[in-house]
T-cell receptor
Framework: DAGITQSPRHKVTETGTPVTLRCHQTENHRYMYWYRQDPGHGLRLIHYSYGVKDTDKGEVSDGYSVSRSKTEDFLLTLESATSSQTSVYFC?????????????FGPGTRLTVL | GENVEQHPSTLSVQEGDSAVIKCTYSDSASNYFPWYKQELGKRPQLIIDIRSNVGEKKDQRIAVTLNKTAKHFSLHITETQPEDSAVYFCAATGANNLFFGTGTRLTVIP
């Protein structure tokens, strides 16, 4: 499982509330990613990080922000949750020792916004 | 950016038959093409990948082929078993990121 954990694993929240999801890795990989998975859309990149305090946007970044203050933690924040952000969120790491973009996923967080 | 299309969206086969899933990509600079298997309620798992300097790669019952000229790649599963039932995703590298297809739900009928 590449030493990746996500918390919480399940969350139900209300529209308009802020939500933070955490991804934690134990293997010191430089690159970390946040994806959302929705039926019919596959996995879509929200944000990614290429080092501490270095982040960039993916294809579906609106309404989301991220922070990476330590190598091992990558946080995803929904500033003001909306029902359209109900989804399964996966964190991933890219293996540092590979020159190709081999990514391994965390167990996922199922978020429901009512 | 990169655009990855995947077909079919669903596929049912009899146990023991072969299954083929096809993907196309748009960015000729893409050089890495992984395939993921996702069982219900689980994380996507990398099962095989192919790099742009290789045309085919096999690992037991699964194989991937890549045609760079036509910009398409395929996953082949032979002698399918019920435990192969899952959703399969292809992906292609564009810039620093992976772009995923929309998935194929494979059902192997015993």
């Amino acid at each position: 499982d590449a030493g990746i954990t996500q918390s919480p694993r399940h969350k139900v929240t209300e529209t308009g509330t802020p939500v933070t999801l955490r991804c934690h890795q134990t293997e010191n990989h430089r690159y970390m990613y946040w994806y959302r998975q929705d039926p019919g859309h596959g996995l879509r990149l929200i944000h990614y990080s290429y080092g501490v305090k270095d982040t960039d946007k993916g294809e579906v970044s609106d309404g989301y922000s991220v922070s990476r203050s330590k190598t091992e933690d990558f946080l995803l924040t929904l500033e003001s949750a909306t029902s359209s952000q109900t989804s399964v969120y996966f964190c991933a790491i890219r293996r540092t020792e590979s020159s190709y973009n081999e990514q391994f996923f965390g167990p996922g967080t199922r978020l429901t916004v009512l | 950016g990169e655009n990855v299309e995947q077909h079919p969206s669903t596929l049912s086969v009899q146990e023991g038959d072969s299954a083929v899933i096809k993907c196309t990509y748009s960015d000729s600079a893409s050089n890495y093409f992984p395939w993921y298997k996702q069982e219900l309620g689980k994380r996507p798992q990398l099962i095989i990948d192919i790099r742009s300097n290789v045309g085919e790669k096999k690992d037991q019952r699964i194989a991937v082929t890549l045609n760079k000229t036509a910009k398409h790649f395929s996953l082949h599963i032979t002698e399918t078993q019920p435990e192969d039932s899952a959703v399969y995703f292809c992906a292609a590298t564009g810039a620093n990121n992976l772009f995923f297809g929309t998935g194929t739900r494979l059902t192997v009928i015993p």
